[in-house]
């Protein structure tokens, strides 16, 4: 082993950075491409026999390619602007990068259009055809789901009223709350910068932020239930017109998932919290106070001392990964060797992490900044996880490479978990083992309250929007009920503006941004659970699960790979048992 640079290479992607001429060049190749793309689209009309599908191949060709080529461009665009938040050249192939994310998107809904078009016995045929066996899946989901839809006109009408309607009332909540300040201790924070004091082990500093939190978010609160009650009222119209009764048909459709897999995962969570009731007592206890509030729950208990050099972490991470699978760990070793890692701390960086892959060269560049703190370790095998979900997909057509949200946190999960328990296994000291174990429940009571409660107040939010606009105090009521339900009564005090606060009720791109969370969370518990148990045969058996992320749905994704069913409770009752027994590991040391 070297030594391991901090520093990513991109010039191997594109020499020179925002000037690249061959990002220039690149960008220009691909406008032409989806000039080619949407006129063969333009004069594409429903084969009516198997012999007829020429067009169709070529079409689904230069779809691939063009696809891959802007995911390329995209993830370049976002490492520029990652590594420094001034690269104003960044933010303009940004808005390129958009306008024709944009037009392969309209191109796309054209298409599958005609697909709906085509008679039910040629499609079925023609899918077991050579070029489209492969991805029939793929094809098959956007020809069902444009069917649900509206004609193409009406669509197209959505589309582009979206734009200044639904999506501008996400944007003007975005434009809201970076008004907001708050003064604390003579300064003046943004709610961003206020809400990092809820972390800290100083319960005062805690609750001053939470108490100046909630008076700012409920002074502006009427602003937001404008934005919120528009943004639904957008959504809701629209699923009406489309004659959709439930409003999670959008989001368990783009996650892949029936409705019987979520009812069965909150159910079995649902039985489990009573397990979580001691912890939170033992965790009021260890902070000195009667009864947790919302802003106790993810307070630290200590603080882990133990850091680790990048040459350490790298070693730690590869290490760990070779006991469960040597070819994850020869992967992470090419991705310290080749640079494909940002690690630095410097200043003119963006915050936070990620993993972004270029498929077209077949690599991958993960972007954090790593403290040596032990949670910076989990968050580089976190995203080294990632990074491996995509080298094993490398190989597949472009349309099998994409998954959705609940199988997207899968690979990093599980990466992340093989260093976490790695890391409580060789603790210093009892304490410092404390502290790691608690960071782990601590997670889980996140995924199983924290994220059910947006969950439930989601739910009924949109119930209570079919009748009518609903008021501050009803969406506050809402929210306190949710919390108390999915913390099952345990908080002293909970946060009734948080419908408010948090971001992800207010994004349009994708509906319900909570479940999805726990979905992932659980379903890699199980694969973990999977892989301590088999042993060494895992590996294979994890790449060709990994693989299949892209073209299928998750029942059968668990079913062919797990041999499990997803819609019954046992499987859950598996994950959640691997859950309970950090929880009792921390009792037992506390
Ligand atoms: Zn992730």
Redesign the pocket.
């Known amino acids: 082993m070297g030594t391991y640079e901090m520093t990513w290479d991109l010039d191997s992607i594109f020499h020179g950075g925002s000037d690249s001429n061959e990002l220039k060049e690149y960008v220009r190749k691909t406008e032409r491409l989806m000039d080619d793309l949407e006129a063969s689209i333009r004069t594409f009309t429903p084969p009516k026999n198997t012999d007829q599908t020429e067009k169709l191949n070529q079409i689904v060709e230069i779809t691939q390619v063009v696809s891959k080529r802007l995911s390329e461009f995209g993830a370049f665009v976002s490492c520029l602007s990652a590594q420094n938040v001034q690269d104003r050249k960044a933010n303009m192939w940004q808005s390129k990068r958009s306008e024709l994310g944009a037009r392969l998107g309209n191109a796309l809904t054209e298409m599958d259009q005609v697909l709906v078009q085509i008679d039910d016995d040629v499609w079925k045929s023609l899918l077991n055809q050579a070029p489209f066996q492969a991805i029939s899946f793929v094809l098959n989901e956007r020809r069902s789901l444009a069917k649900d839809k509206l004609e193409v006109g009406k669509e197209s009408l959505i589309n582009d009223l979206g734009v200044d309607g639904y999506h501008a009332w996400g944007q003007m909540y975005d434009a809201l709350v970076a008004k907001l300040s708050i003064e604390m201790n003579g300064e003046k924070l943004s709610v961003g910068q206020a809400s990092n004091q809820l972390d800290d082990p100083d319960r005062s500093v805690r609750k001053e932020a939470f108490d100046k939190l909630q008076e700012t978010w409920g002074e502006a609160s009427d602003l937001f239930t404008e934005t919120l009650n528009h943004l639904s009222g957008f959504r809701l119209q629209t699923y009406k017109h489309r004659r959709w009764e439930n409003v999670l048909k959008e989001p368990l459709d783009y996650n892949r998932m029936s409705q019987r897999t979520l009812d069965a995962m909150w159910e079995t969570i649902t039985k489990y919290k009573k397990h979580y009731v001691p912890y939170m007592k033992k965790k009021a206890e260890k902070l000195g106070i009667e009864r947790l509030s919302f802003y106790d729950v993810e307070a630290p208990l200590g603080e882990a001392n133990q850091k680790m050099s990048f040459q350490e972490g790298a070693a730690f991470i590869i290490q760990q990964f070779r006991k469960f699978s040597p070819k994850m760990a020869d992967f992470a070793e090419m991705a310290f060797e080749k640079r494909w890692i940002e690690a630095e701390d410097r200043p003119g960086k963006q915050p936070g992490g990620?993993?972004t892959s270029f498929p077209d060269s077949g690599e991958t560049r993960i972007f954090m900044t790593y403290s040596g703190s032990p949670s910076s370790v989990a968050t580089l095998a976190?995203?080294l996880?990632?990074a491996y979900h995509q080298h094993v997909m490398d190989e597949l057509p472009e349309l099998n490479q994409g998954y959705a949200m609940n199988v997207?946190?899968t690979a990093?999960?599980f990466a992340e978990m093989i260093v976490a328990d790695a890391a409580v296994k060789e603790a210093a000291s009892e304490a410092e083992k404390l502290v790691l174990l608690e960071d782990k429940v601590q997670r889980s009571v996140a995924f199983f309250m924290n994220i059910h409660a947006r969950f439930l107040f989601e739910t009924r939010f949109y119930e209570e929007r079919k009748q009518g606009v609903v008021s501050t105090e009803r969406l506050n009521e809402l929210m306190t009920e949710a919390q108390q339900e999915a913390y099952v009564q345990t908080l002293d005090e909970y946060d009734p503006t948080f419908w408010a606060s948090k971001l992800h009720f207010h994004i349009t791109d994708v509906p319900f941004y909570n479940f999805p969370y726990t979905f992932g969370y659980l379903f890699s518990m199980g694969i973990y659970a999977k892989a301590i148990e088999v042993g060494p045969a895992f590996e294979e058996q994890y790449i060709a699960l990994l693989q299949d992320t892209g073209r299928m749905t998750v029942e059968d994704l668990a079913k062919k790979h797990l041999d499990v069913d997803l819609e019954k409770q046992d499987f859950w009752v598996h994950a959640l048992d691997l859950c309970l027994s950090d929880l009792e590991s921390f009792m037992d040391l506390v």
């Open positions: 990620f993993c976190h995203e996880g990632h997207a946190e990093s999960t």
